[in-house]
């Protein structure tokens, strides 16, 4: 870990704007992501959360602003400068996104392997290290096809840590899945945490697992940050929106309005 850093502030991100052609999808996004900390991105379809977090792990480049990662100025940077820091970050996407033609424990050797001059060997005991951690102890053989959905999540988590990353990223980990596998996730997404300090960014509109997981929250209403908090600071926030979200009321608008249209053409992940 480096600890050149001494500021808490792991991720600082100074009036983003993210635009695809014309359409802004993120206007003047402000926020500090505390060092060793789970920061919820929450909001509804199409506000701009997995948007925000593609521009935080650094797949795409915003049209204005700046985010710096551990002091450092991420947006700015050529692109191998940028490959040395997304080493230190671990992507959980959704669907796991595990190659299907290599067994589990090849996929989360495939970073080790790529990225380090490590023997073999010593690759083969990461990856047993890493598959026990999310109790995927013995399932280096399997195939992805082989695996529940809550497993193939947890073994993506795996290759995500597999370069002991400083921060983690999650797009809705627990998509699909059933609330017992859901919680078990949850859990494990805290054990990181708190085993390795951690800094953990998750993208989700599952309630339960905010309030498992969050130690602070980002509420996100039409690409604009309305609230950070803790989850209880932002249920005294009095705004229709969070107020609509955290009470599950439907919108006044019916499904064939042109709001609805342009929520799902827009970023609907």
């Known amino acids: 870990m480096g600890m050149a850093v001494t500021s808490d502030t792991m991720v600082d991100v100074n009036d983003l704007v993210v635009k ?8 003047d996004i402000d926020l500090q992501i505390h060092r060793g900390e789970t920061f919820v991105i929450l909001g509804g379809s199409g506000c701009g959360k997995s948007t925000l977090l593609r521009n935080l792990s650094g797949l795409m480049r915003p049209h204005s602003g700046r985010i710096a990662i551990n002091g450092d100025d991420f947006t700015a940077m050529s692109d191998n400068e940028r490959v040395a820091i997304r080493k230190k970050m671990g992507m959980c996407f959704q669907g796991s996104a595990l190659f299907g033609s290599m067994t589990v424990g090849d996929n989360v050797a495939l970073p080790l392997r790529e990225h380090t001059k490590l023997e073999p060997s010593t690759i083969d005991i990461m990856v047993k290290i890493k598959l026990e951690l999310v109790g995927l102890s013995g399932f280096e053989d399997y195939m992805p096809s082989e695996l529940s959905g809550g497993m193939k999540k947890r073994a993506g988590l795996a290759r995500a840590m597999a370069m002991d990353p400083d921060i983690i990223f999650y797009d809705e980990p627990s998509a699909g899945l059933d609330p017992i596998v859901a919680a078990g996730l949850d859990e494990l997404i805290r054990k990181m945490q ?31 940050v309305i609230a950070i908090g803790t989850l209880e600071e932002l249920q005294k926030v009095d705004h229709p929106f969070i107020e609509q ?25």
Do not use: N, W
């Open 245 to 269: 979200f955290f009470e599950r009321r439907p919108d006044a608008y019916g499904e064939d309005s042109a709001d609805y249209h342009e929520s799902l053409t827009g970023d609907t992940e």
């Open 194 to 224: 708190h085993t390795f300090a951690l800094t953990s960014v998750v993208v989700t509109h599952e309630m339960e697992s905010v309030k498992l997981i969050a130690d602070r929250v980002c509420m996100l209403d039409k690409g604009r």
């Open 20 to 27: 695809y052609g014309d359409r802004t999808v993120l206007q």
